[in-house]
């Protein structure tokens, strides 16, 4: 279903509403962040600036959901009919936008015939999603597993020798 036009004053409105929530939201959970572990750090270098790194703070929430904003029925009233149901998603829910692929191996296929195909990856039983090239030889990816609260998500980085 297509996005409501808005007029100004209700763009202005909704822009107003969504800052305050992120801002009470994150009032409500800072005090409970902790920094990157070292080895976070070390994963997320070669994608941001140290002074990022340093700055970032993290938590994952274990049992609690972050709630529905206040001002969904009013989006409802605009005729915004695709507002995700946050109060009972779990970590991995809620984003049709991502492709998963469960029991991976990944590999490489020259589509010029100049080398054979090379695996990169071991096999794995976890769900692999957002997969990117980052540079010319190197694949950059996700892993998940299926369950909640995965405690071994992280960014994955292949290099691929040819």
Not at 48 to 62: A, D, G, H, I, K
Not at 78 to 102: A, H, T, V, Y
Not at 125 to 145: G, H, Q
């Amino acid at each position: 279903m297509a996005t409501p036009r808005l007029t100004p004053d209700q763009l202005n409105q909704v822009s107003r509403l969504v800052a305050q929530y992120i801002s009470s939201q994150r009032e409500k959970y800072v005090s409970r962040a902790v920094p990157l572990s070292a080895k976070q750090k070390a994963t997320l270098a070669p994608f941001f600036s140290s002074q990022l790194l340093e700055s970032t703070r993290v938590l994952v929430l274990q049992v609690e959901r972050v709630g529905n904003p206040e001002f969904y029925p009013m989006l409802r009233d605009l005729l915004f009919k695709n507002l995700p149901d946050q109060s009972g998603m779990g970590p991995q829910e809620g984003r049709p936008d991502l492709q998963f692929w469960g029991g991976t191996r990944l590999w490489v296929v020259s589509l010029r015939g100049k080398w054979s195909p090379l695996g990169v990856t071991q096999q794995n039983p976890d769900e692999t999603y957002d997969l990117r090239w980052l540079d010319d030889r190197t694949l950059v990816f996700d892993r998940v597993a299926d369950v909640m609260f995965y405690k071994q998500a992280r960014i994955w980085k292949a290099e691929v020798a040819r």
